[in-house]
């Protein structure tokens, strides 16, 4: 392909309006999480839907900006701040109701078809390096120097539903103390991390390649690894690397010299008992 | 009934202070739900006031300054606002020991006692509706134009003890996740929704009658369902609109039809099936 | 003593830098607590360190910088100023690492061992003070004569641990609602609530001593109830004290009364029904 052609194909996604397609594919995907997350009841029983739309709605719109809320949080800025852009709480209220209530449940049921799921996470994935692009941004403006926070923030924007998740349930009336996003991180949690930290590497200057290039990479990265969990059931690409750390660093390189020493320790007690039954022989 | 008399009663209620006696009445309900919310222990065993007085203050103390202390939280204020008030802690404290710790427990005694319920609730509902406004008020000044932040904010403010009841219930050492304000929104949180509305339409000049009359006229919805709800039983006035909504709107008409349209198709099935056999006969 | 040793010896204990032996002893009892909280798996199934490092990791600096951070919400400050400091969080981090994967467990072992225990509880005692006076010097600063919120303020920077335990938990994935810090106030919480009242004071000129004496009162105070603690078994000396003010305000003299009248009452009647009985036998 055309360097100049990729290259204005890349500007072309760094310019992308994220509203209206992006956005709702990112409401619809956080409506669905919620509505899967709910246990089906017995045949013939109301379902949940039908009877707390309002904690339904609360906790979708929880899920649709959260990560916007937990940052914010914080941040110490209002929490409210997300609630205040009613063009984007009317959008995610429409399309939660589509997703619950909709004729023949039709909406949902096309948005499950694969073909328009592909489309809708590809949608979704680009409006999530949206997000972290411009949360690295901002926070990079409040806390300059403050790596951390920086990288912290761009991977609650990006996946902050994941840490949502617990509250999210609560409001529903579910508790499940026993997972978290934090015990077991998805491999979106990773990725926005990774691509968070890119971009502030980039914007520290030790990236120098242009900005959109940078971009369209992590939209890419983003969407090619999403697509693959799909169709090929690819859930963790960095399962392997993370076990050898965990084996080297996270103790598991002492753990295995410990077991080796303790064997050691015992083979020597073995022979010098051995040797002193030998001796006790030879006596 | 005299409309300049009426008028005036109006404006006497705009104007009214609500220390000490309608924030002490708010106080005591708030300390007596925390109370009654506590399970009976086995007779005999130290009762939970004699045992966690600590606990008790504090879980009274969020109940007494809730609605604040959420709204607080939403609007990026510091959340210990509330405790910067001496007057109003002192007066809670005051309350909270004499509801608990009162000699025979004659306070708490009495005012479960119905007329004196019903002078208390009464007072109460006042004192609610004077927050709902203000919180109106204050909120209108921060964010202009964000009239659903303006809503929710004079909601909390009016009902926010129900929103705060699971933490509260948390700082108690209790935890029942099923339930919550949110799962089964009480009448109250729902008519304070509707007077945070009205004031907001007020403001909105959507209203043109003069304010006295428009809070008073508040006052009166407030305190009449309450002592409707604690002498005739009635609990939620607007239950049957609510149903008729969820049975038009929030699926209730579409699962009418797909039970229709289900039943329809069977028929026809059957009908088909009944067609091809005659068809078969006249073979 | 000589006085002016005595005073010297206190200023230079005022004049103490936190970092790095205070505060890496902080950490570390925070890490250990933490690591000791976990419940014992079975033998031969991988530990939780091995297998949650994040959850174990963020866990441990919410205990760390525990403190810091709920006062921050309080304050409606942001939450993650304590992860701008790069430092601290970097040293945080070697002894999380420290303290849960040395070769042989050594770290941990060592600072279980009971004189280096001494040690390391001394100085997290200094840093504990250190932490209260600065908190109260803070707070005093933003709301000069809310006297609650700086004693409260105090007491959280100083034994935040305890109040952040519940949901530190959560993020390990366990959840024990029936317990808490305000339901069982520990004697450290105590002992900080009465160092920030005593440093209040301070500023307010009630106590007259010079300021060197004062703070070092309060190390002296930390310390010995923090070694008599380890080393004679004493966990709480408010204990007698706290007993007697709940059995005379807390409701205990009036229930004691309450048992006194209903048995005088039953006395009374006993009495009325004999004396009626030999009435009868008179007629």
């Known amino acids: 392909m055309d360097p100049q052609t990729f290259l204005d194909i890349a500007t072309t996604v760094t310019k992308l309006k994220m509203y209206p397609y992006f956005d709702i594919a990112h409401f619809m995907l956080m409506c669905m999480a919620v509505r899967d997350d709910i246990p089906q009841g017995t045949p013939g029983s109301p379902i949940f839907s039908r009877k707390h739309p309002l904690s339904l709605w609360l906790s979708s719109m929880l899920l649709c900006f959260g990560g916007g809320i937990i940052a914010n949080m914080l941040l110490g800025e209002p929490l409210i701040v997300p609630l205040k852009d009613h063009r984007a709480i009317l959008t995610a209220t429409a399309v939660w109701y589509l997703v619950n209530y909709s004729p023949f449940d039709i909406v949902y049921k096309v948005a499950k078809f694969l073909p328009f799921k592909l489309v809708i996470c590809g ?6 390096a949206h997000k972290v692009y411009h949360a690295v941004v901002h926070t990079m403006k409040i806390y300059p120097s403050s790596y951390l926070v920086i990288v912290l923030i761009g991977t609650l924007k990006g996946a902050g539903s994941g840490f949502m998740k617990n509250f999210e349930r609560l409001i529903r009336g579910f508790w499940i103390p026993g997972s978290n996003e934090l015990l077991q991180p998805s491999f979106t949690t990773k990725a926005v991390m990774v691509a968070a930290t890119v971009f502030l590497l980039e914007k520290l200057n030790y990236i120098t390649a242009p ?24 859930h963790d690409p960095f399962a392997p690397f993370e076990n050898l750390f965990c084996a080297i660093f996270m103790g598991g390189m002492w753990d295995a010299m410990r077991r080796a020493v303790t064997k050691t320790e015992t083979k020597e007690e073995t022979d010098v008992t051995t040797k002193s039954k030998e001796d006790k022989k030879n006596d």
């Open 123 to 128: 949608l979704k994935e680009v409006q999530r």
């Open 211 to 234: 900005h959109p290039l940078v971009y369209f990479g992590v939209v890419i990265f983003f969407v090619y690894f999403k697509l693959s969990a799909i169709l090929l059931g690819i």
